[in-house]
């Protein structure tokens, strides 16, 4: 690889990495809490989380520019605390991480899921609070379930190109992820160059695809034995 492209390739891999330990806490926190949630709105709460699976990234992208502009809500706070987002590396991962977010936590609530919760009731008779419980017994019993997630949406952040064109800009050196320099490198009608960045992207694609396809077919073994 030449040197721009390590660069693409370790400025990609770091914000992937970041945007999927911004999301870990709070997606596992969501996943638990819709797992043990029976009540109404669940169903409700659970389609609004999953939408960015379904929109057009370009929209969340577009409602993100909304929020964290200037004259957005969001944007006046962090502009007051002199804190720049958009067009920034951090508007990267949070695209990112917004992007990612719904596949962390649809698995991870699935395996929570399969938790019984018969085990977690004897933790508590024998005298653990909810949260030791939970980091004693539920979350260990869940792992692999958050471990599948997290590779999901680190896998989705690595392909990530519609929201971050629009929140982040694609600005070479600052905040061009290798989705964004195979779009510019089209565009200039150097295509062998952009085959070349696909090529690459693919390799790492496949390697985050395949540890998620392996820590799945551990999880199958376990449940079925």
Not at 171 to 177: E, M, N, V
């Amino acid at each position: 690889m030449t040197e721009s492209t390590a660069e693409l390739v370790v400025f990609t891999l770091t914000v992937a990495a970041v945007a999927t330990l911004v999301i870990l806490p709070p997606g596992v926190a969501v996943a638990y809490a819709l797992s043990r949630w029976t009540g109404p709105g669940r169903g409700v709460v659970d389609t609004v989380l999953s939408l960015p699976l379904v929109l057009p990234p370009t929209a969340v992208g577009l409602v993100l520019l909304e929020l964290l502009g200037r004259e957005g809500p969001a944007g006046r706070v962090l502009d007051a605390l002199g804190i720049e987002v958009v067009f920034t590396p951090r508007a990267v991962v949070l695209a990112s991480a917004v992007m990612a977010f719904p596949l962390l936590v649809r698995s991870a609530r699935s395996g929570f899921e399969e938790v019984d919760p018969r085990l977690v009731a004897v933790a508590r008779t024998l005298g653990d609070s909810r949260a030791r419980a939970f980091f004693r017994v539920t979350l260990p019993l869940a792992w692999r379930g958050v471990v599948v997630g997290a590779l999901l949406a680190f896998s989705r952040a690595l392909g990530e190109f519609g929201a971050t064109v629009l929140v982040a800009g694609n600005i070479p050196g600052f905040t061009q992820t290798l989705s964004l320099a195979i779009f510019q490198r089209t565009q200039l009608g150097q295509d062998a160059e952009a085959l070349r960045l696909a090529f690459v992207a693919s390799l790492l694609a496949f390697v985050a695809i395949y540890a998620t396809e392996w820590v799945t077919r551990r999880r199958g073994r376990r449940t079925h034995a």
